[in-house]
């Protein structure tokens, strides 16, 4: 996966609180058996209105979210997050997050900001005002940064040095492959099998 | 001090713990369907990998299975290249699937259960939010994403953060009327759609000890709609009876060995919980959605409610946004809401029990005109056992479809959908917009409250059924 360490581009203001990943991505994309290609999925039903704010000309090639309260609530698809990597966007600001989708994001390099309300209220206003404006989130300094705004997070630190680093998990937990065995060679003979090893 | 049920559970599974690490825990049964694998496999591919632990693997199809002409070729090309992909993916890998039209088909939380796979003390993945449902036999489970789907084909092992714990106390004894399902409901109107977020929640209390195993599971189901990952309720004897003689459950000395182990799965009297709730049975009353989320319910006998009424400014402009998209408006008995569509099945509410339910009300009664009817069977097992007991005569006779399992109707991802405007009383789990078809208005019930519906064309209780039944039984 990509390496994250600082982003700068313009934000797209979405004043929307519990988008659920039904809204990000309609359950009939997750028909496709690939990774990529669902950037004309994202939001499908609200950007038929052609003044929804994704279709506005000023936001094209905007890679910066800014979102209500409680994205990414509902169904567990990682392809939400995939759908909004290949639209473009590098990092999704929010007051709260759904557990599934934070978790996705984080392993996929999709970095998704906490900050506070106030600062996500400072953040539309300047970027609706301005769609110029530039919203920075710099994951070295645990920092986002615009007009106005310089807002700390916070971010466990593993999942930042991950992130900063672009390891991908699966060859991370393979170097603790003795644990794993050592695990298994003790798990109780009770323990339920789907097929005889 | 005491620990809580999950925090036992966690503790075993612990492969590797380190300072400022997430824990690795070790997966004991993952649960694999054809939408959220394949850029999983695609990854293993990729990578070289093999599966790790193919005994502790099994697939199943049934998002985008048909409930009609099982046995033709699946019209819908994407959806018929995802269960192509799973089929060639599970030969190629050599996982064990049960695929359309074999007699373990069925949607895979309650494929899982009812095989004896999902036991107490377990943790069961899946990439599947639902696998909550698990929760149901004290199992730690937990719907995952597709990247973490691959790492635990890989690796049978998850790297996790250590969730808060939460109980939720249902004391007394339900009213007749009230179902597992309406009590879900309430607790989440209750906490609110955010309000487990972070937590593992415990159901306990007296109300919740009496409940069957199939009333459990529905509550674990809907965890994930109060936004808390997994739910877990104790085992006891009745998960035990419920197992015993299952085709993967324990037999022999390995069956007492578990039972001795399951029995320590109880949270201690001197643990602590980060939260508690706590409610009152008694005060329970049938309960269903109004709004466009699971938290926006109320109880049957209410009003719609009116969005001027919520304080908080979000919730305001959510009710007002759900009422529009719904096309309810404030202040409309919930009782005088007409449905054209009547759903009973998914993983919340399509086990046998719930069909008998809904069966016992149906008897003798007709669906409404103008309202279509639909029952889905969890499984195919759950199925079979459906015929045996003459309940698929049942809701014939009624004019309800009587269909093949699957998640049918409970997502639009198959033939069964809503068309655009029109309403209908479902007993799955999320009245998302456009969740069960593009521009479908859905209202969350429990399969009494449908099977009443049906009968009289508008959301209703089986209490305002009184005479409508007709001496005509099966
Ligand atoms: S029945 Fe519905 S909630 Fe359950 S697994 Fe299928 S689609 Fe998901």
């Known amino acids: ?197 | 001090m005491g620990r809580t049920l999950a925090e036992k559970v966690w503790d075993d599974h612990v492969v590797r713990r380190a300072e400022g690490e997430p824990d690795l825990l070790f997966i004991d049964l993952h649960l694999l369907h054809e939408v959220t694998s394949p850029q999983a496999f695609d990854g293993l591919r990729q990578a070289g990998r093999p599966v790790r632990r193919l005994d502790l693997t099994i697939a199943t199809e049934d998002h985008n299975t048909p409930t009609l002409d099982i046995d033709k070729p699946i019209a819908d090309p994407v959806s018929r290249a995802q269960l192509e992909t799973l089929r060639k993916n599970c030969a190629d890998f050599g996982v064990r699937l049960h695929p359309l039209g074999d007699v373990e088909q069925g949607v895979v939380h309650v494929v899982g259960p009812q095989l004896g796979l999902t036991q107490p003390g377990t943790t069961v993945v899946c990439g599947d939010s639902h696998t909550s449902t698990h929760g149901a036999f004290g199992a730690l489970a937990f719907g995952i994403g597709t990247s973490q789907v691959e790492h635990v084909l890989a690796t049978q092992t998850l790297p996790l953060a250590r969730p808060k714990t939460m109980a939720i106390t249902v004391e007394g004894e339900l009213p007749d009327s009230v179902t597992a399902k309406d009590l879900i409901l309430a607790i989440i109107a209750r906490i609110g759609t955010g309000g487990g977020q972070g937590y593992i929640l415990e159901y306990r209390g007296s109300a919740i000890e009496k409940l069957s195993m199939e009333a459990r599971m529905t509550i674990c189901n809907m965890s994930i709609e109060a936004g808390a990952r997994a739910g877990m309720i104790a085992p006891d004897r009745t998960t035990f009876d419920y197992l015993r003689g299952r085709d993967h459950a324990p037999e022999g000395e390995d069956w007492d060995a578990a039972v001795a182990y399951w029995e320590t799965l109880r949270t201690d009297d001197d643990a602590v919980f980060d939260a508690e709730v706590v409610i009152e049975a008694a005060g329970l009353a049938p309960f269903v959605t109004w709004g466009t989320n699971p938290g926006q319910g109320a109880p049957l006998s209410a009003s719609v409610p009116d969005p001027a009424s919520y304080e908080d400014a979000s919730e305001r402009n959510a009710a007002e946004k759900a009422l529009e998209y719904m096309g309810l408006t404030a202040g409309q008995p919930l009782r005088e809401i007409n449905v054209d569509t009547v759903f009973v099945g998914s993983c919340t509410n399509g086990r046998i029990e719930d069909l008998r339910n809904a069966a016992a009300i149906m008897d003798g009664r007709q669906v409404a005109d103008g309202v279509r009817m639909l029952v889905v069977p969890g499984s195919v097992r759950v199925a079979l056992q459906a015929v045996e007991e003459g309940l698929d005569k049942v809701f014939k006779a009624a004019g309800a479809e009587w269909r093949h399992a699957g998640c049918s109707m409970c997502l639009g991802m198959n033939p069964d959908q809503l068309a655009p405007g029109e309403r209908s009383a479902s007993t799955s789990n999320r009245n998302f917009e456009g969740r069960q078809g593009k521009g479908g208005r859905t209202h969350l019930v429990s399969p009494q409250v449908a099977a009443a519906t049906a009968v009289l064309g508008h959301l209703a209780s089986p209490a305002d059924l009184s005479d409508a039944r007709t001496p005509a039984g099966v």
Not at chain 1, 70 to 82: K, L
Not at chain 1, 129 to 148: H, I, S
């Open chain 1, 1 to 197: 996966m990509e390496a994250f360490t600082a982003h700068t581009g313009r934000a797209v203001p979405l004043r929307r609180s519990n988008v659920d990943t039904d809204q990000i991505i309609p359950a009939h994309w997750l028909k496709k058996v690939t990774r990529d290609g669902f950037e004309d999925g994202l939001f499908e039903a609200w950007r038929k209105d052609e003044n929804f704010v994704l279709n506005r000309p000023e936001r094209k090639g905007a890679s910066v979210l800014v979102a209500g309260p409680d994205f990414g609530t509902g169904s567990s698809r990682e392809h939400a997050v995939w759908a909004l990597q290949n639209f473009g966007f590098k990092t999704v600001i929010s007051s709260r997050f759904a557990d599934i989708f934070r978790g996705n994001s984080l392993k996929n390099g999709l970095l998704t900001v906490v900050l506070d309300q106030q600062v996500i209220d400072a953040l539309w206003e300047l970027t609706e005002a301005d769609p110029t404006a530039e919203v920075t989130v710099d994951l070295e300094k645990r920092q986002v940064l615009a007009e106005g705004v310089t807002a700390d997070f916070e971010l466990d630190e593993n999942a930042r040095w991950r992130l900063l680093n672009g390891l991908d998990d699966i060859s991370l937990t393979l170097q603790n492959e003795p644990d794993i065995a050592a695990y298994e060679a003790t798990r109780p003979a009770h323990k339920p099998r789907t097929v005889q090893a």
